[in-house]
């Protein structure tokens, strides 16, 4: 059973667009963060959010914690190629970080 | 300056051998992990080493055997390659032992292998 559930599973938009990512889960937690893998690489962190409610900013990409600290939202506004990859909810949970199962973002020149 | 390095980058070998993927962190981090990513992408996490002790273990085949001979290594042993244990295999570092909210993991660039 995933802790963490993703969607869309697959996105693929044109240069200038924008998108929203979703992590769910019925869990409460108390901190999530958000990663981005691109091909051939491991996961890097991009964000962690703390607070419910909170929104966080990183350049064009907008984090939010749900109220509830149970969901969380990824906005990426005026998608650029270089937003192309995998992006990947987590949250810890009994001493380890579980990911959910991705989102693969596709962004078209 | 590779903050985890691993090696080898990809791994061919046959049903039934025995192979084995090193892992470094030059983080200082007391904790390292093993995490397995299938050809789904989604990422499992295997094992796990606070400061050489092994903290985590997630129901993984006894065919698999980490060592961790000093907090900066962990390295990961596969006997009796299977198909289904093909997979890119990653390795991580944090600094303490719980994924704190400040924590975040730092991963190698992962080792692709195939079994055959």
């Known amino acids: 059973t995933q802790l963490l559930k993703q969607s869309p599973q697959f996105l693929s938009i044109q240069e200038g667009e924008n998108l929203t990512v979703y992590c769910n889960s019925s869990?409460?937690?108390?901190?999530l963060q958000w990663y981005r893998q691109e091909p051939g690489e491991g996961p890097v962190l991009l964000v962690t959010v703390v607070t419910g409610g909170e929104v966080k900013k990183l350049k064009r990409l907008t984090f939010q914690f749900g109220d509830a600290r149970k969901d969380s939202s990824l906005h990426i506004t005026a998608a650029q190629p270089g937003d192309t990859g995998l992006y990947l909810c987590a949250a810890s949970n009994d001493y380890k970080l579980s990911f959910g199962a991705g989102t693969t973002v596709t962004v078209r020149a | 300056d590779t903050a985890v390095s691993q090696t080898p980058k990809y791994l061919v070998t046959q049903m039934g051998n025995d192979k084995s993927i090193k892992c470094e962190q030059n983080l200082g981090h007391d904790t390292m992990y093993w995490y397995k990513q299938d050809s789904k992408k989604f990422l499992k996490i295997m094992f796990s080493?606070?400061?050489?002790?092994?903290?985590i273990n997630e129901t993984v085949p006894n065919r698999f055997s980490p060592k961790s001979p000093d907090k900066a290594h962990l390295n990961l042993h596969i006997n009796s390659l299977e198909l289904g244990d093909s997979a890119v295999y990653f390795c991580a570092s944090s600094s303490s032992g719980q994924a704190i909210w400040w924590d975040g993991y730092t991963f190698g660039s992962g080792t692709r292998l195939t079994v055959v």
């Open positions: 869990s409460v937690f108390s901190s």
């Open positions: 080493y606070n400061n050489k002790e092994l903290i």
